[in-house]
């Protein structure tokens, strides 16, 4: 089992965000635009994955996942709800989200499917979280030059999602989802989640104007493909998901929970006290 806090970040919101608030970069901007404009409805679909799928365990098993399920389920509701802020902000500079209408048309050819299914798409999806959010975490230099508040937006959600990958996993194990499965939707997932990602990204550039100029590629090839790249650095784990002894947890790293307890005084922990 582990123990998921939840956590509210102790940030601000309603003050505008810059056009370009990563590092003064348009691609990094528009990438990590990209990335957030999906998270309002994914995390909803990954939250109601783990919820309905821990349901369908028996009873000793539903006590047994209760309390992480719980934390899961608030920390990814508190990503959905602060994000949704945040995209708020950005589509005042004239971005549009087609990511997240995408999502939803997929999501409505699943109803009424096996919950495994439901879980074995969290678990893909939350595996390339973790990777991404282990690359923020080990490169806050990314974040240079960046609003404090935003920094820790960043930084705060990559250290949750880092502490509770495991927990989709476990429950689609728990459930008796097989090998199979798993990695037929990690295949899946990995297509849908790289085309999106990067089209959304070409997408936010189009519309800030800047997607040809030669900053912006040379930003795209460093940080997704040269030596320390997002992509780079992610390839070798990302494969490891398809090993049938595979477990999130044989990649985990204490930079989550150092970032955390180094930045205790940025959020508050939900119902202390």
């Known amino acids: 089992m582990t123990e998921l806090v ?59 996942w209760q309390a992480e399920v719980q934390g899961f389920v608030g ?26 209408p995408r999502i939803e048309e997929r999501m409505k050819v699943l109803a009424g499917a096996d919950p495994r299914h439901h879980l ?19 490169h806050p230099e990314v974040f240079n030059h960046t609003e404090p508040r935003l920094k820790n937006l960043w930084l705060w959600h990559s250290a949750e999602e880092s502490e509770h990958k495991s927990t989709a996993f476990d429950v689609y194990q728990a459930l008796g989802g097989s090998h199979a499965w ?4 990690m295949r899946r997932v990995t297509v849908f989640f790289l085309t999106d990602a990067l089209r959304q990204t070409a997408l936010n550039l189009h519309r800030d104007g800047t997607l040809w100029r030669w900053s912006t590629w040379r930003s795209a090839a460093r940080h997704l493909l040269g030596r320390e790249g997002l992509l780079s650095n992610s390839f070798k784990p990302w494969r490891a998901y398809f090993r049938p002894d595979f477990h ?16 205790a005084d940025q959020y508050t922990r939900v119902g202390a006290g």
């Open 120 to 138: 074995a798409i969290t678990a893909a999806n939350e595996h390339f979280t973790a990777l991404f959010a282990e690359w923020m975490l080990s």
């Open 75 to 100: 920390q990814e509701a508190t990503h959905r709800r602060i994000h949704a802020l945040f995209n708020a902000q950005i589509e005042r500079h004239g971005l549009v989200n087609t990511w997240g």
């Open 182 to 185: 798993r990695v037929k939707w």
């Open 6 to 64: 939840v956590r509210r970040l102790l940030i601000d919101l309603e003050p505008p965000v810059a056009r370009h608030w990563c590092a003064n970069d348009a691609f990094l901007t528009a990438w990590f635009n990209a990335l957030s404009m999906s998270f309002p409805v994914g995390e909803q679909f990954f939250l109601d994955s783990v919820r309905n799928g821990a349901k369908t365990l028996s009873p000793q098993e539903q006590a047994r």
């Open 248 to 263: 999130p947890n044989q990649q985990s790293s204490d930079l989550s929970s150092h970032w955390l307890e180094r930045n």
